[in-house]
């Protein structure tokens, strides 16, 4: 993922552009570059690396103009080097294009191009729009078509049908330096109106200090930019007239606060966004109230969830409790594979997509295919029903999908997800409460598991006590895991252990520290460890065992007692336990229903993963190789 930034007004571009791109560094940060026009001249600067770099660069080099466009870098195409950063460039050095995405046929072209003499300098499928764009003026212009912001956004419309892939775009030119055209398709783009300037970026926490009034770009879209005003167009070029919408509240503004880090600060943001959830979900004398229409529930037979990384791991969670709590039979794909080998079809189907920025490009493919082909089987029982749950209901889901779920966590800078985890994961305690009260009573498929409304009503009053229980957890569980993160400095692979709800609670453990320390982890059904991965194990290889009475208990501790008999140091996630010489060290947890335990167990994970990875010394919140969403499939 990349982010693009864009501006047309009147005052200087380059450091609005900055400060837009410093906002939208989560999206990508291997490198950075903008282009500004003036004096009938094209002003790119580049650099390789984090933000910082490029800003340097401008206090040194400058960048006038008041029209101009940025991009900050998750590599796709080429390597995170200086050559392959945006803007790129067409032949002549006077029009440059920012993309944000992946132009699928890039080679295709970029051959075709290259028949017709244009020299590549970079390795990216960006690099073919600028020449695109270039051959297209220069063909109106033999015809006799003058240099205007019409002729920009005319070539531009007449090249975008030759681009396949998803992409959002942003184009200036020398010769017009009062125009920008930028143009989105299947990549997020939106437009921010200040006062007789506009700014277009890929997220709103690069407009929220800019304005309040932004445009979201529909799928197609393409608009012409002038200090006076915008042209919208769709796909067909036909004029389009939409009212602007308002940003409300504070959680578009990224503020690290007194924390080190945003991870950190997100981690102990966790009991606000419990109790955010409890007020508006959980309310006292009902047992659960969702913004859901009905119709996300009538005659639901089957469920089946498509997310990718963490969020499938709350998906996992949140499967267990709907055949546990509501015994819907229900499924977890990894998005990116059930696209290309889905399922055969089953009726009375609900399909829920899980992805915290909503932009994750294998997420709404994945849902996107199964929305057409249950859309072209014209059954009724068929039909597609299509539930997100997400934390920007702005976003593409919210377009693509009938029914949303806001999480309402905030925004989320850290790269690791935090809180946006345990707002997923309570969504789906939501869901399935929900799920199981209208389930009661029924027979056969789709039946309630046999949980009375009375159990159903201690396990919602217990969550209303979640906040409180979350923030004495992650107030004693910092400093333990502060203090221990030193006993991981020289360790290469440690094994996280946990079994049934716990399970994903393991492998998000272990994911949360592959990602920030580079450490490797796997996170492994502590039953299954016997069936080969425990040859792994000696004392160079630390174990953490999740470990919550309940169904699987005495088995978790038995299992953790075959590791320590292969030397493994053993960090146990547990309340007090039965035999207190198993542990070397304890991260203890209050007593709690088991089913409720992933709310707490993950703490200790995101916390141990981030202090070991502090202690490292190593960038938290932008680990290596990695973006906030992946917006490429
Ligand atoms: O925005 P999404 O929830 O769809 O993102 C999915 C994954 O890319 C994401 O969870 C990733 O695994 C995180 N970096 C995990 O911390």
Redesign the pocket.
Known sequence: MCGIVALIGSREAAPQLLDGLRQLEYRGYDSAGIATVEGGRLHCLKAEGKLVNLSARYEQHGAPGQCGIGHTRWATHGKPEERNAHPHLDGSGELAVVQNGIIENHRTLRESLQAEGVTFLSDTDTEVIPHLIALELKARSDAGEAASANLLLAAVQAVLPQLHGAYALAVVWARCPGALVVARHQAPLLIGLGEGEFLCASDTPALAGFTRTILPMEDGEVALLTPLGIELYDSAGQRVQRTPTLLTGTEHVADKRSFRHFMLKEIHEQPETAALWVARHLPEGALVALPLDESVYTGVERIQIL?????RHAAQVGAYLLEQLAGIPTSVFYASEFRYAPPPLTPHMLTIG???????AD?LAALAMEQERRQSLEDPAYAPRLLGITNRPESSLGRLVGHLLDIGAGIEVG???TK?FLGQLLAFYGLALAFAERRQGQDGPGASSGRSIAELQALASQLRQLPGLLQALVHDHDQRCAELAHLFADTQDVIFLGRGINYPIAMEGA??LK?ISYIHAEGYPAGEMKHGPIALLDARVPVVSIAVPGTVFDKVLSNAQEAKARDAQLIGVAPACPDTTLFDVLLPLPETDELLSPLLTVIPMQLLSYHIAAHRGLDVDQPRN?A???TVE
Do not use: F
């Open positions: 997310a990718c990384g963490t969020s899980v992805t915290q920025s909503g932009e994750t997420t790269v690791a997800a946006t994911l949360k990602e990695l906030k969403s992946v």
